[in-house]
């Protein structure tokens, strides 16, 4: 199994950014998808998550700025960001909870993590 991600870059304060995350391989289903985020000397923090059935999550500090969606069909989870400020800048890595068969056990794994620059 592997999670592609793609789409940061550099932007200036106030604009937009579209991540995308897209898991590839055998599996059973994908449980939960999110992003996470780590800026230089700081630790990996939760930004957004989306439950199989729909349930979300955002960080106090994204809420209102940033959506998280997910396209089952092509197993791909999205972070609209906007109004991005330069605090967000950091490393961005999406995650998913994968079920490998039917069994049940859940296991995490991981992108390679995508750039975002908020600077002017």
């Known amino acids: 199994v592997q999670l592609q991600a793609s789409g940061g870059g550099l932007v200036q304060p106030g604009g937009s950014l579209r991540l995308s995350c897209a898991a590839s391989?055998?599996?059973?289903?994908?449980?939960?998808m999110g992003w996470y985020r780590q800026a230089p000397g700081k630790q990996r923090e939760l930004v957004a998550v989306?439950?199989?059935?729909?349930?979300?999550n955002y960080a106090d500090s994204v809420k209102g700025r940033f959506t998280i969606s997910r396209d089952n069909a092509k197993n791909t989870v999205y972070l609209q960001m906007n109004s991005l400020k330069p605090e967000d800048t950091a490393v961005y890595y999406c995650?998913?909870?994968?079920?490998?068969?039917?069994?049940?056990?859940?296991?995490?794994?991981w992108g390679q993590g995508t750039q975002v620059t908020v600077s002017s």
């Open positions: 995650n998913a909870l994968i079920q490998l068969t039917t069994l049940g056990v859940l296991y995490p794994y």
């Open positions: 391989g055998y599996f059973f289903r994908i449980n939960a």
């Open positions: 989306i439950q199989s059935g729909g349930s979300i």
